[in-house]
Nanobody
């Protein structure tokens, strides 16, 4: 069974850094496209970062240059390193993948950035 569990969220100040983790089971993260989404209050769920099965990364314009997505293949984990955090980065962050035409989501981890 596919299972994704996020961790690492918290309350930080603008300009701080935070590293989110996604522990995966039932899928090989090294051979699967893995995404980070966020649900910002008052906005639609947004794709913020993606790493393809081949290792290519993509970022939303709002986070490019500040966020980095990476994988730890031996541990089957995905990470999102967030630097220079802004108040508008506040939201619930979700790990996501697609396996056999189905979307799989973790329960999310809350990130709150104060001014």
């Amino acid at each position: 069974q596919v299972r994704l569990v996020e961790s690492g969220g918290g309350l930080v100040q603008a300009g701080d850094s935070l590293r989110l983790s996604c522990a995966a089971s039932g899928i090989p993260v090294g051979r699967t496209t893995m995404d980070w989404y966020r649900q910002t209050p008052g906005k639609e769920r947004e794709l913020v970062a993606r790493i393809s099965s081949g290792g290519t990364t993509e970022y939303a314009d709002s986070v490019r240059g500040r966020f980095t997505i990476s994988r730890d293949w031996p541990r089957n984990m995905v990470f999102l390193e967030m630097n220079s955090l802004k108040v508008e980065d506040t939201g619930v962050y979700f790990c996501n993948t697609i396996s056999r035409s189905r979307n799989f989501w973790g329960p999310g981890t809350q990130v709150t950035v104060s001014s």
